[in-house]
């Protein structure tokens, strides 16, 4: 009897041993399960967007602050400004815009008009907005300006006046129209001698007279920025 008892009690502690085991490891694979899923929404609220996914929040933002940058340098006359801040010529080259590095297209990666270099304040102020709107709250633009081509309004062409690089998928885009008319000149400084727009040589402005009227030509200046 006492020896069937002993037998009878290692088989008991055998079976104990083995459930706590089961426990032990059912406890475990639980464990991991709920770590795992604590990680995964971890993951979710970190990275709330998918790859390639725009967060619009952030976008809808941008497109509101380039949009005012805009109607800013519209309101105070410098985009305006900027349409015809051009030189009629720079020696026996073609002309550019004013204060523009020349051996860059427009101004290269430079704030339009080069506010350091150019005392035009009505045209600076277009640079200086865009940098305190844009560049310094850590975004990128290109800035353009399109105009109609003679013979055909439904053809364009694309002046760059500044260039950053490649815009990104979450670009937005903000433009503004400008009216340019014959009786205009240029406002860039070696247009000493006042002379219209209707006046200047075809090669002499980035634009041409595109109407038989007193328009002489349609602009759109347009930011991309991202």
């Known amino acids: 009897m006492v020896d069937g008892e002993k037998g009878g009690?290692?088989?008991?502690?055998?079976?104990?041993?083995r459930a706590q085991a089961y426990t032990l490891e059912g406890f475990v694979g639980a464990l991991i399960v709920l770590t795992a899923l604590l990680f995964a929404l971890q993951s979710v609220v970190l990275t709330p967007t998918t790859a390639g996914t725009v967060d619009q929040d952030v976008k809808s933002q941008l497109r509101i602050q380039t949009n005012d940058a805009l109607r800013i340098g519209a309101a105070d006359g410098s985009v305006e400004n900027l349409t015809r801040y051009w030189n009629a010529s720079n020696g026996n080259e073609t002309g550019g815009f004013a204060y523009a590095n020349t051996t860059e297209v427009g101004y290269g990666h430079a704030p339009p008009c080069a506010p350091a270099?150019?005392?035009?304040?009505?045209?600076?102020?277009?640079?200086?907005?865009?940098?305190?709107?844009?560049?310094?709250?850590?975004?990128?633009?290109?800035?353009?300006?399109?105009?109609?081509?003679?013979?055909?309004?439904t053809e364009?062409?694309?002046?760059?006046?500044?260039?950053?690089?490649?815009?990104?998928?979450?670009?937005?885009?903000?433009?503004h129209t400008v009216v340019l008319y014959d009786d205009m000149t240029l406002t860039g400084p070696e247009n000493a001698d006042n002379r219209t727009l209707a006046e200047l040589d075809p090669e002499e402005f980035y634009a041409n007279d595109a109407s038989d009227g007193v328009v002489y030509n349609v602009v759109e200046v347009r930011i991309v920025a991202w």
Do not use: F, H, I, W
């Open 9 to 17: 009690r290692r088989r008991r502690n055998r079976m104990g041993n």
């Open 117 to 153: 270099k150019s005392p035009d304040a009505t045209c600076d102020s277009l640079g200086e907005t865009l940098e305190s709107t844009l560049t310094r709250q850590g975004y990128v633009y290109n800035l353009y300006v399109t105009y109609r081509l003679p013979g055909d309004p």
């Open 156 to 175: 364009t062409a694309t002046e760059r006046v500044v260039y950053r690089g490649v815009p990104s998928s979450n670009a937005v885009v903000a433009t």
